[in-house]
């Protein structure tokens, strides 16, 4: 039987570079020979698995496209995170479509069995079609956010409305769902055209064009939303979730993304001071930083909480000015109460340690199915992306969560409006009291049927049999 061999093409950026490593891991581990395309400075971030992999029997390896030489960005830019104001993306975003050309010297060259390139790269259906190659996409989210988002797309149900402060329901949905006219992209709310509005509909028109969607999710997770999306919406589609669980020992999940801003032996024996379920864990991800004042609200209203905290900031790279947001002797009076990181954080490996009892996440797909993998209820503090889709689905359907009040769209960051109230008592809401243990239950019963999928026998792993097999079978119609 010849080899399968999928490429994979993740946007450039750590919140898709890390769960598509994770999928490429998983195809590995059946059978596929797996192939990352990526930039030379984003290559380090891959190269540890892929050996690891190769030393366990299985077949992955790196494929190498230089980045373009574009002034207007910072220097030695190959990835979203590095970029310091929101007028450098439409300057990136152009120098990554100028990546297509030695994307498709590598498919004329390898003509691999399938390439599965991130949404945000429109053009990969018809560059992998000029091969008869099929193309998968990866949106990185889950089935019931791409269920509201489209159906928000099509029927624009708060057209009509007078204030970004109006509800709106979400139309065709399985379950009653609003939203607030603010909490609706900037760029849709409005109807302006943009390059990046222009891109999101051509990321549409792809996705229909494709062979299908693969998705970071499992069926006993949202099984009204998985049907929706292939039943109504009638696409195709896979589930392989959840990825981030084929980092099965502590070492493989202590170096997923980069290098911890933290002795992780340090973190660990904090942690294994305190009692099981007693420690919030605070991370807004890897991309949105807050300004000072909402940095400040966090500080008071976790102290006021009560309540045992790791709290991973993000600091500016150009930031040189002293932590004015931190509340006078905060870190002193915290000492043996909280932990804070200023950096990047083993998020994994702390979620999964017995005392985490609660996360105040910023709803990024990745970070909200590794809280549900763990069995940790959340605190939802949504800000951008398709991220106020994903607390709708945390607090209301999965009944997992408590939303923190976030009611404004804002691109890259948080609007800091949220004050040391809001904070304290969701807070207290997700750790403390009766109706705190029965939403910890329910994340619990989620975790074991995490663990259970991705095992053989298990949905995502059937499912992704079930794809593999099919590609095995592909001949592309002439």
Not at 146 to 157: D, F, G, I, M, Y
């Amino acid at each position: 039987m010849v080899e399968l061999q999928v490429f994979f093409f993740p946007m450039l950026a750590h919140g898709h570079m890390i769960p598509t490593l994770d999928m490429a891991r998983l195809f590995a581990t059946h059978g596929v020979h797996s192939s990352i395309i990526t930039t030379p400075l984003n290559a380090p971030v891959f190269e540890k698995a892929v050996e690891q992999s190769n030393n366990s029997g299985f077949r992955m390896s790196i494929k190498i496209v230089k980045f373009p030489k574009v002034s207007g960005l910072p220097q030695d830019c190959e990835n979203a995170d590095q970029l310091t104001c929101p007028d450098m993306s439409p300057i990136f975003f152009g120098a990554v479509e100028m990546l297509k050309e030695q994307v498709e010297l590598l498919l004329e060259e390898y003509r691999p069995n399938c390439l599965v390139a991130d949404m945000f790269f429109p053009w990969a259906t018809d560059s992998a079609a000029k091969f008869g190659i099929p193309r998968l996409v990866f949106h990185g989210t889950c089935f019931f956010s791409l269920c509201a988002s489209e159906q928000t797309r099509l029927h624009v149900p708060f057209h009509n409305f007078q204030s970004d402060s109006d509800e709106f329901v979400i139309p065709n949905l399985p379950h009653h769902v609003q939203l607030s006219v603010s909490q609706v992209p900037t760029y849709q709310r409005q109807n302006i055209q943009t390059e990046f509005s222009k891109m999101m509909i051509r990321v549409k028109e792809s996705e229909l064009t494709s062979y299908g969607v693969i998705v970071n999710s499992f069926y006993e997770l949202e099984p009204d939303y998985a049907d929706h999306y292939r039943n109504v919406l009638n696409r195709r589609a896979w589930h392989v979730g959840p990825v981030s669980l084929c980092n099965r020992s502590d070492e493989e999940k202590a170096h997923r993304g980069k290098k911890a801003a933290i002795d992780v032996d340090e973190c660990f024996k904090w942690l294994d001071t305190k009692k099981p379920n007693s420690v919030l864990y605070v991370c807004f991800g890897s991309t949105a930083k807050f300004p000072s004042n909402q940095l400040h609200e966090i500080a008071v209203g976790l102290e006021a909480s009560g309540q045992q905290f790791i709290w991973v900031v993000r600091k500016g790279k150009n930031d040189e000015k002293p932590e004015e947001w931190m509340p006078e002797g905060f870190e002193e009076r915290m000492k043996g109460e909280g932990l804070i990181i200023r950096g990047w954080a083993p998020q994994v490996l702390i979620l999964d340690h017995e005392a985490i009892g609660g996360f105040v996440t910023h709803c990024g797909w990745n970070s909200t199915l590794e809280g549900i993998s763990a069995g940790v209820p959340m605190v939802t503090w949504p800000s951008f992306a398709e991220q106020f889709y994903n607390d709708k689905l945390i607090t209301e359907i999965l009944q997992i969560g408590v939303a923190v009040g976030a009611k404004e769209w804002v691109s890259g960051t948080g609007s800091g409006n949220i004050k040391r109230e809001a904070v304290e008592m969701a807070v207290r809401s997700v750790m403390v009291g009766k109706e705190a243990e029965e939403r910890r239950d329910r994340a619990k019963g989620l975790k074991r049927l995490a663990r259970k999928v991705i095992g053989e026998g298990g949905s995502s792993y059937m499912d992704l049999d079930v794809l593999i097999k099919e590609l095995s079978l592909y001949k592309p119609s002439c």
